[in-house]
């Protein structure tokens, strides 16, 4: 149906209303001279014949001109529509908050936005990344609250599309794992206060524990692809360092007894009983479990890290991270805290287990745990064109999936198979992989199940070195993949995470500028 199709009926019935208007009005008129007697029957007959023919023009015109629609001019649209640019400029120049914007359908003059006679792409682009030095527990962001953490890493990503106004960001949708202190009560709108954005911003947090910030990149992925947005900014937050401790609440006050104040940093807490017991291990042990039943040995975990830290050091000294990583302001750290770059095989199996008794599973082959925040800009095809900017890859595939939570360390495998057979690609076309290192095992688990070259995988280091922020490790691992694929100018990769209580997920990405195959 066309857009005058679509018109003509309300145009038809604003016709009869006019016309009837007019016919009435014309006869009352019509009726009252013939009342006072003015003029003769004939002179009578003849109104009455005007009013009808006067009600049928006004009809026949009114219906015409509303179905005519598209032919209006573009001033009078934009004065209907209201497009989002427009309501930004009011916003600035003068002070306007429209509490409700009306839609419009059909709109052909919106500043560049959703033009008519052209088919959108749908897609969803990664067009800037950025990231804090992550610190480690303890260490050099001890001093910094989360909600500021959010904020420099939303005002670092911004700063790389100079061209973008920050009224146009359509949402924030920000990951966090714990929110359980300084980062309560939805840390993505308080990142997007404190940051300085216009209030008009709307923004959320999510929590899928590690992997929230990824999460979140799916989200405004979907958010985009939808047309519901243009711009989203999507990141996560964490500050394990300042994690608090947490009460029950008694049944009544001044109980008798003791009250343990469970720490929030990590792991379980205020365990349901329902829950089975083999479900509820700690992350450590259950990793444990793992090694067990692959039979992935202490050796082999701590060549991996060994690895990760030596490829985080390169890395750095290569001046990759650099584009990627914003400073925080008064505070002396110029790189990730927890990397080692002078560790060596002899110093990692020194290192007792933690976990169990003769286990496998040490300080030096898990991720510390750490402070630091992500964000990725991504928009519309159609935005970046606005806003002048390339975009670094498009969101070509998601995947999720489930597993015991014990197992927890092994559903990436799962949700990248999904992802990537929903990009529509295979292993072979994949050239870069970036997975979260929350345990060496774990991640030796994932690449043997898919089966992959271990020299595509973290070759800028890794959580074990660089550290694993809960709830920005999706982000950290999406933007470092981004950056690998346009350094490289390979095509496809594959960004992966595991998540405490048996979940994972996984991104691809396509290079829209990078070769044709792996």
């Not at 001279?33 to 049928?56: A, F, K, N």
């Not at 001093?143 to 009224?167: M, S």
């Not at 359980?180 to 947090?205: F, H, I, K, W």
């Not at 050796?299 to 991270?321: I, K, M, N, T, V």
């Amino acid at each position: 149906m066309s857009p005058s199709d679509a018109a003509s009926p309300p145009g038809f019935v604003y016709g009869i209303f006019i016309s009837l208007f007019v016919f009435v009005s014309c006869f009352a008129v019509n009726q009252w001279l013939q009342y006072r007697q003015i003029g003769t029957w004939s002179d009578y007959l003849h109104g009455e014949t005007v009013c009808i023919t006067l009600s049928l023009v006004a009809k026949s015109m009114l219906a015409w001109q509303v179905s005519a629609g598209p032919s209006s001019g573009p001033a009078d649209r934009r004065r209907i529509c209201s497009p989002g640019d427009q309501r930004s400029t009011r916003a600035r120049h003068c002070g306007e908050t429209p509490l409700v914007e009306p839609t419009c359908v059909n709109h052909h003059d919106d500043g560049g936005r959703n033009l008519a006679g052209m088919t959108p792409d749908p897609s969803a682009f990664v067009y800037a990344a950025a990231r804090t030095p992550f610190g480690r527990w303890g260490g050099a962001l001890a001093g910094v609250r989360p909600d500021d953490l959010a904020a420099l890493a939303l005002t670092g990503v911004l700063a790389k599309a100079p061209g973008l106004d920050p009224a146009e960001v359509d949402e924030v949708v920000w990951g966090n794992a714990n929110g359980a202190g300084e980062d309560n009560r939805n840390v993505g709108r308080m990142a997007v206060l404190l940051a300085g954005l216009p209030v008009s911003v709307p923004a959320t947090t999510v929590n899928r524990l590690c992997g929230s910030s990824l999460d979140a990149v799916m989200i405004a992925s979907r958010l985009l692809e939808t047309g519901d947005a243009e711009v989203v900014i999507a990141g996560g937050v964490e500050s394990m360092t300042r994690a608090p401790w947490v009460l029950p609440k008694p049944s009544r006050g001044f109980p008798a007894g003791d009250i343990t104040a469970v720490s929030t940093t990590l792991g379980w807490r205020q365990v349901n009983e329902r829950m089975p017991a083999e479900w509820t291990v700690s992350l450590g042990e259950a990793n444990e479990q793992l090694a067990e039943a692959l039979a992935i040995p202490r050796q082999r975990q701590d060549d991996f890290a060994l690895a990760s830290h030596r490829r985080a050091a390169l890395a750095w000294e290569a001046g990759f991270y650099d584009e990627l990583v914003v400073a925080v302001p008064g505070v002396e750290l110029t790189r990730d805290e927890s990397i080692r770059g002078d560790s060596s095989a002899e110093s990692l199996a020194a290192l007792r287990p933690v976990f169990r008794p003769g286990g496998t599973i040490t300080a030096g082959n898990a991720s510390p745990l750490n402070d630091g925040a992500s964000a990725v800009l991504l928009g519309t095809r159609a935005a970046g064109d606005r806003l002048g900017l390339d975009p670094m890859a498009r969101i070509a595939g998601r995947g999720s999936a489930a597993v015991e939570p014990q197992r927890f360390g092994i559903a990436p495998v799962a949700a990248a198979e999904r992802a990537l057979a929903r990009a529509g690609i295979s292993w072979g076309d994949v050239a870069a992989v970036e997975l979260n290192e929350a345990f060496a095992v774990q991640s030796l688990a994932c690449l043997d199940a898919w089966r992959i070259d271990p020299e595509i995988l973290n070759v800028k280091g890794g959580a074990i070195a660089i550290g694993h922020p809960l709830g920005a490790s999706g982000g950290r691992i999406l933007g470092t993949l981004a950056h690998r694929l346009r350094e490289s100018g390979e095509r496809w990769g594959v960004a992966a995470i595991c998540i405490g209580v048996g979940q994972g997920l996984a991104v691809v990405l396509e290079n829209d500028n990078g070769s044709s195959g792996a």
